[in-house]
């Protein structure tokens, strides 16, 4: 149903508070799937999972949402084939997918009304988003080659190219949740992919214009209510940077109060993280052009397992630090930061101060460009 690419990039942290219970009841019937298999519906982070098993072509969850909708990836067996799964946003109410297979192609999706706008989604807006995806993908092997080659030059111009090529895609994104402004499905684009490429302020200025329904969402109220005692998320600009304090991948311990008198750009990610390691060339282009200029990155890593975090700093050649208390989605840091989705990053003053949000690549270029001359 979607690109392939969100199977392993989409990250949504932990849940608030559970409310009144609210259930979704989810049918499945597909012929042909294989008779006894495990079924995973999986909400990435904290990496809660149901499972069930496929009996004549049939199978159903009864999943408790009073946590809100959210997105979860639905997947047959546990190959990890993202042509036996799919992804979903689901909220209280009922869906019945139905279809003569094989898994999950060319399925009808039908049920609540939330049912009806994530298909317009996937019908209307994800073809734009995925041949977009295809085409960065490309240019970010190309970036990869400019970096690893020190062509500082090459390399900004891909970093426009890909920020430029990204917009239309993006700009149909944002059509669709101004039109459906209390539609809880439009949090699955506002999370995946808005998040990463818009500002603070057209962020603030989209996410005032949602409905209550949209409002309500685990997502949206993630990115709202989150961090400093409840204030609104994006209220974290011009506030103190939340102290930290953890163990690098060698065992050592590092504090952001190490890098006190620089730009520090703060960078949670994982290694499973697909949009995550994508990102990584821009990074080390910015990373190199500005290490010797009073900038650093701090990452920190929502892995849960130390040798895939360091598996992961090898195969992308990190030299930067990189920090984690290998909790996951729940890390205490990630926690206190708001981070709800990842990638995501804050860039810190010389002073300790958050002075930007959700700043890499072209946009992390401009900022430092201004600020260090």
């Known amino acids: 149903m979607l690109n392939k690419g969100l199977f392993l990039g989409l990250a949504l942290c932990t849940a608030l508070g559970a409310n009144a219970q609210k259930r979704l009841q989810l049918d499945v019937n597909i012929k042909g799937l294989p008779e006894g298999d495990r079924v995973y519906l999986w909400a990435p982070l904290p990496q809660v999972t149901d499972s069930a098993f496929v ?3 049939h199978f159903s969850f009864d999943v408790d949402m009073s946590r809100g909708g959210t997105t979860y990836i639905l997947q047959v067996g546990s190959s990890g084939d993202p042509n036996q799964g799919v992804v ?18 060319d399925a009808v999706y039908t049920g609540s009304p939330f049912v009806a706008d994530w298909t317009d989604i ?31 030059e090459a390399a900004t111009a891909i970093q426009k190219e890909i920020s430029q090529m990204m917009t239309p895609a993006l700009n149909t994104c944002v059509e669709w949740v101004n039109k459906h402004p209390n539609a809880g499905a439009g949090s699955f684009l506002i999370n995946a992919y808005l998040s990463q490429y818009m500002s603070r302020d057209e962020m603030k200025d989209l996410l005032t214009k949602l409905g209550p329904d949209a409002r309500n969402t685990f997502t949206i109220k993630r990115m709202t ?25 060698n065992g050592k311990t590092v504090s952001l109060e190490d890098f006190k008198g620089k730009y520090v750009l703060v960078d949670f990610w994982a290694s499973w993280c697909k949009p995550c390691r994508e990102s990584l060339p821009a ?30 700093i090898a195969e992308e050649k990190l030299t930067w630090p990189q920090v984690s208390d290998l909790k996951g989605g729940a890390s205490p840091i990630a926690t206190e930061y708001g981070v709800m989705a990842i990638p995501a990053t804050f860039l810190v ?17 401009q900022k430092l460009a201004e600020l260090i001359k």
Not at 89 to 105: D, Q
Not at 225 to 240: A, V
Not at 284 to 312: C, H, P
Not at 349 to 365: Q, S, V
């Open 55 to 57: 009996k004549n072509g």
């Open 88 to 105: 979903l946003y689901l909220e209280a109410g009922k869906m019945n997918i139905t279809g003569k297979g094989p898994y999950f192609k």
């Open 122 to 152: 996937d019908k209307n807006v994800m073809p734009q988003l995925t041949a977009a995806g295809t085409k960065k993908e490309a240019l970010e092997a190309k970036l990869g080659t400019a970096v690893s080659l020190g062509d500082q």
């Open 225 to 249: 209510t989150q961090s400093f005692g409840g204030e609104n998320m994006l209220g974290l600009m011009n506030k103190m940077a939340p102290g930290i304090k953890l163990s690098d991948n």
């Open 283 to 312: 990074l080390v282009n910015v990373y190199n052009k500005y290490k010797d200029k009073g900038f650093t990155i701090l990452s920190v890593s929502l892995d849960d397992k130390k040798e895939k975090w360091a598996q992961a």
């Open 349 to 365: 003053d010389p002073n300790g101060k958050i002075i930007a949000l959700g700043a890499t690549g072209e946009r992390l270029d």
